[in-house]
């Protein structure tokens, strides 16, 4: 995903099977076993992971994308269904409960990416701040690419903000200008793959916003 070295569904399958496909036990230790796994997956109506701390999110890290979107992925292909994705959010164990990864994707947008004194503190580490805006996006964009759980707002919202306004654009150029780029050519890239559905005006303005910065 972050390659940007894959066409389809099933080429995001395939990777999740070839390093994953590997069994397990007291008498084998990483044997090739993509058959029994393929077979396993097919028959998975739910994908879940659980949530303890917020000192981790799901935008944190590639590899909740890579795992637990990939997961569903590879089951959507080898089954051709369209299984339910969730988390079971235990943070307060007295409310311990089950939360659509949609919905968890829409609360982490808020509370960080869209939450301006988030920013502001973040834009006090200037470049290595520049660098987690860029990084969380980019995760974003890897659960859209294998979970199809990110809205279209999300991404609208994220351009208005971090692309579209100037006084961001100026203090990523000042910083940590390949932060920007890189945003911003998640950005278009979502749009190229058809995960995110964007108006001509919107687009044709990300383009020149990145022959601007691709300049610089």
Sequence with gaps: VEASAWEKDEDL???????????????????????????????????????????HDLSNCCCYFSYHGGFKVAVDVLSAKDVDIVQVDSRDISNIKVVEIK???????KTKLLNDKWIKEMKKHKYSGASEFSRKILHIYGWQSTAKVVEDWIFDEIAKKYVFDEEMREWFKKYNFYALEEIQRRL????????????????????????EVEGI
């Design 188 to 211: 278009l890239e979502a749009a190229q793959r058809g995960i995110w559905e964007v108006d001509q005006e919107t687009l044709e303005k990300l383009k020149e916003l990145y022959l």
């Design 103 to 109: 919905r968890e994707i829409e609360r982490i947008v």
């Design 13 to 55: 399958a395939k990777v999740y099977l070839k390093w994953g496909g590997y069994a397990y036990s007291r008498d084998n230790f990483g044997t090739a076993a993509y058959k029994i796994f393929s077979l396993n997956l097919e028959n998975v109506d739910l994908i879940n992971r659980n949530h303890i701390s917020d000192e």
